[in-house]
């Protein structure tokens, strides 16, 4: 628990001073009892004593105080509130290595259908983008609360020469900090989401463009598709297309994203905790005095009342 006015919680030292007379007006009572030698007439003609009973009336009030004290300082507690204006941006390798057959049906439709389902599934409060690149990175879809488009614009990829991991990062930046009119200054909380099978051979490097990421405060987080046995035939050639793995984990970890293998569906979900607990969810404080006030109400009237009950008075 933090208080959101610290610097009155000084009151508290007042507690050990009242707590303090209380027991130094109960010894003073005591010292003042009559001498009475006669022990059977005493027990007659004097009053029973309340014993423990006295005591209660004025613990009760005692910790309305201290309630009543805490809460004055404005006590708050932390919560987790859904985040406005927050972007997912999801780039697509549509580079012609896509075309190998190690991942069914092939690299480019198992990466398309994991962007779809990664879209479909994503929460409601997220926006969503969608960047393709190849030998350059383009904006498909501009981040917007609009799945179907987005959606529809995945289903119109076409492969092309060449990969430009690099740009694709630096493209699906610019389009978070293009959001909306004060994104230039105070762009969305964003997470990009990268689905290739690895290799970056032309444009900005990847080391670039972790440096523009870490800048941005934007993560990264990669699905890698293919095995190190894929094949592709180009103009009747068969070249090989291994997954670079370590391409895109160095690219997810130098932006502190997440880096993850297609070939585990299982991990393609985790993508989603990931992103909610990075993204999606911001602490606020939030006021809590009511509550303290609440409770030494409850208190002030249990005071009030032992003390009509059994004493006929109020403390």
């Not at 488009?149 to 430009?164: C, F, G, N, Q, W």
Request: positive net charge.
């Amino acid at each position: 628990m933090t208080f959101l006015s610290p610097e009155r919680l000084w009151l508290l030292a007042l507690l050990p001073i009242l707590t303090g007379a209380y027991v130094v007006l109960q010894l003073r009572r005591g010292r003042y009892a009559v001498r009475f030698t006669n022990l059977a007439l005493l027990s007659q003609v004097a009053p029973k004593r309340p014993g423990w009973r006295r005591h209660v009336a004025a613990l009760l009030f005692l910790a309305m105080l201290l309630l009543m004290m805490i809460g004055f300082a404005r006590p708050a507690t932390a919560v987790k509130v859904p985040r406005d204006r927050a972007t997912v941006m999801v780039a697509v390798d549509v580079s012609l290595s896509m075309m190998a057959k190690d991942v069914a049906p092939d690299r480019f439709g198992a990466a398309k259908e994991a962007a779809k389902k990664f879209i479909q599934d994503l929460p409601g409060r997220f926006n969503v983008g969608v960047v393709s690149f190849a030998g350059n990175a383009n904006l498909v879809a501009a981040p917007s609360a609009d799945r179907e488009s987005a959606i529809t614009s995945i289903d119109r990829l076409v492969l092309a020469k060449r990969t430009a991991i690099g740009e694709a990062v630096f493209t699906s930046l610019q389009a978070v900090r293009s959001f909306d009119a004060q994104a230039s200054n105070d762009p969305p909380p964003a997470h990009i989401v990268l689905l290739s099978d690895g290799d970056n051979t032309t444009g900005r490097t990847v080391q670039e463009a972790i440096d523009a990421s870490r800048a941005a405060h934007v993560p990264v987080s990669t699905i890698a598709f293919g095995t190190p046995y894929g094949t592709v035939d180009i103009e009747g050639e068969t070249t090989s297309v291994s997954v670079n793995k370590e391409t895109l984990r160095s690219l997810a970890e130098g932006t502190t994203g997440k880096a993850y293998e297609a070939a585990d569906g299982n991990q393609l979900s985790e993508v989603y905790a990931n992103i909610g607990s990075s993204l999606g969810w911001k602490t606020e404080h939030r006021d809590v005095s009511a509550r303290y006030t609440g409770i030494a109400l409850l208190f002030a009237l249990a005071a009030g009342g032992t003390s009509l009950a059994w004493f006929s008075r109020m403390p």
